[in-house]
């Protein structure tokens, strides 16, 4: 089974930056789906993007088009977040999850909902100040 590890969050004021990094283990993810997803207090576990097994397509949610990217280095086994212009309502649990069955079917609609994913980290928490 595949474990995964976020790191890089932290307390960072509006308008700053952050790269979150998620470290696999046990497993190859060079052919699985990956993602993230964020979490407040109080609500559910929300899309943030997510992008093929290739590189080559990706799906980013609204609230945080243009600012945030997506992007894996598959011979590092590691996906990654770049946050731009944060903003307080961002501020959250962010975790990383994991498809292996992108062989069998591609991102679609579905990939924005987090029952959809198989394997999750532990999150690291971003906290963005006004």
């Known amino acids: 089974q595949v474990q995964l590890v976020e790191s890089g969050g932290g307390l960072v004021q509006a308008g700053g930056s952050l790269r979150l990094s998620c470290a696999a283990s046990?497993?190859?993810?060079?052919?699985?789906?990956m993602g993230w997803f964020r979490q407040a207090p109080g609500k559910e576990r929300e899309f943030v993007a997510v992008i093929s097994w290739s590189g080559g397509k990706v799906d980013i949610a609204d609230s945080v088009r243009g600012r945030f990217t997506i992007s894996r280095d598959n011979a590092e086994n590691t996906l990654y977040l770049q946050m731009n212009g944060l903003k307080p309502e961002d501020t959250a649990i962010y975790y990383c999850?994991?498809?292996?069955?992108?062989?069998?079917?591609?991102?679609?609609?579905?990939?924005?909902?987090?029952?959809?994913?198989?394997?999750w980290g532990q999150g690291t928490q971003v906290t963005v100040s006004s």
């Open positions: 999850a994991a498809d292996p069955s992108a062989g069998r079917s591609g991102l679609g609609p579905a990939h924005r909902s987090a029952t959809s994913w198989d394997y």
């Open positions: 046990g497993r190859t993810i060079s052919s699985y789906h």
